[in-house]
Each structure stands twice: as structure tokens, then as C-alpha cells.
């Protein structure tokens, strides 16, 4: 297996513009974890994905940022507009179950914006 | 918050030598984990040890955990260049399916 795919690996854009951000789970695995990391605030939680269904978007900063996951071979996330501030590394996670079981990360997109 | 806190931040050692960071965490839990991150690179699994474990060794790496204390160890006997990188635990609450991860330590090997 190829491990969990994220495109593009970095990303320079605008400010105000709609940024999006792919991810292939590695397969047969049933959740999806999206995480930022940045050197203020460490790895953060995002959002998750059971089964290709949000369970926990408390970690999402604001609306401008919204993740889908419309088959259990691709997710997106997206930040429209997008901001400075949304400056940082986002990685893509699966898992084959929960609590017992590891989570394998994606290399990683490297978001700049201007 | 629940998240770990590693300490320390920061560790540089010599090749050879032997690296302990801690992670102390604030609420009840199943499991913790502790992952390694490569400079520019996405974590990676190292063990897992279940709240009624105290002890759990892979290789070179040894995990303890103190339940009591909220806090656990991550050992890495015999240190080699190859081990620099940052070194993160991830705590289960007994609530909800996420993992939350710890601030990190930065270990460098120094060969």
C-alpha cells in the first residue's frame, strides 16, 4: 500500500483565495482524521470522519473552512477565503478502528498564504 | 485543554547516550501513544500502551505509564543520529474517538 496520499504537498497562494487540499486514505481504513500543525499551537484535531461521516468538526477554526469526504477513497478540505493566519502544515491521518489502533499520517501540505 | 504536554521541549544528547522524554496529560484515559515526526515529514507510530499496562518495551524504546500521576515515559536506550526528530505522545479520553497530541520534544542526536 502506498500509505495516505495528500496532494498537492506545498501550497502558495493569495490571500482571499479558495484553497483545497486532498487526501487518499490508505484502503480499508474506516477513519479519516484532518490535523493542522503549526509552531504556536502544535498538531490540532480538525475534524473526523467515521465511515465518510463528520463525527467531530469542533476543531474546525471558523466557516471558512469546510471538509467532505464523498467516498471512502477521497477527502478534501477547504478554506475559502483563505488568510495568513491559515499559514501551516495540514496533515491527512487514517485508521482502521479507533482508540486501539494507530493513526498513519499523510507527508503532509504545506500551506502559504500571502 | 486536554492535550499532553512533553518535557522537555527541547534535548540534545550524544550518540550513544540514552533520551527520556515525559508526557503529562489532564483527564482519564484508555490509551496513549507516542509518535515520531521527521523533520518536514508526517508522524509516525511508535507503541501504544493500554491504561492497565505500566510498562511496555519495542526495540530500543521503553513505555511506562503512571496512570496515578496522569503522566508516562518515552526511554530510547543507545541513542543513534538517525533517532533526531521530534517526539510526540497522543492521550485517548475515556469520551469521544480522537486522539489528542502533546507539544512535542525535539531530540537531537548529535553523532
Known amino acids: 500500500d502506498a500509505g495516505v496520499i495528500q496532494s498537492p504537498r506545498h501550497e502558495v497562494t493569495e490571500m482571499g483565495q479558495e484553497v483545497t487540499l486532498r487526501c487518499k486514505p490508505i484502503s480499508g481504513h474506516d477513519y479519516l482524521f484532518w490535523y493542522r500543525q503549526t509552531m504556536m499551537r502544535g498538531l490540532e484535531l480538525l475534524i473526523y470522519f467515521n465511515n465518510n461521516v463528520p463525527i467531530d468538526d469542533s476543531g474546525m477554526p471558523e466557516d471558512r473552512f469546510s471538509a467532505k469526504m464523498p467516498n471512502a477513497s477521497f477527502s478534501t478540505l477547504k478554506i475559502q477565503p483563505s488568510e495568513p493566519r491559515d499559514s501551516a502544515v495540514y496533515f491527512c491521518?487514517?485508521?482502521?478502528?479507533?482508540?486501539?489502533?494507530?493513526?498513519?499520517f499523510g507527508p503532509g501540505t504545506r500551506l502559504t498564504v500571502t | 485543554s486536554q492535550q499532553g504536554e512533553e518535557d522537555p521541549q527541547a534535548l540534545s544528547i550524544q550518540e550513544g547516550e540514552n533520551a527520556t522524554m515525559n508526557c503529562s496529560y489532564k483527564?482519564?484515559?484508555?490509551?496513549l501513544q507516542w509518535y515520531r515526526q521527521n523533520s518536514g515529514r508526517g508522524l509516525v507510530h511508535l507503541i501504544l500502551?493500554?491504561?492497565?499496562?505500566r510498562e511496555k518495551h519495542s526495540g530500543r524504546l521503553r513505555v511506562t505509564l503512571d496512570t496515578s500521576k496522569k503522566s508516562s515515559s518515552l526511554l530510547i536506550t543507545a541513542s543513534r543520529a538517525a533517532d533526531t526528530a521530534s517526539y510526540f505522545c497522543a492521550t485517548d479520553p475515556n469520551t469521544g474517538n480522537q486522539f489528542y497530541f502533546g507539544t512535542g520534544t525535539s531530540l537531537t542526536v548529535i553523532p
Open positions: 491521518a487514517s485508521s482502521p478502528g479507533t482508540k486501539l489502533y494507530e493513526q498513519y
Open positions: 500502551i493500554r491504561s492497565n499496562e
Open positions: 483527564t482519564s484515559i484508555n490509551n
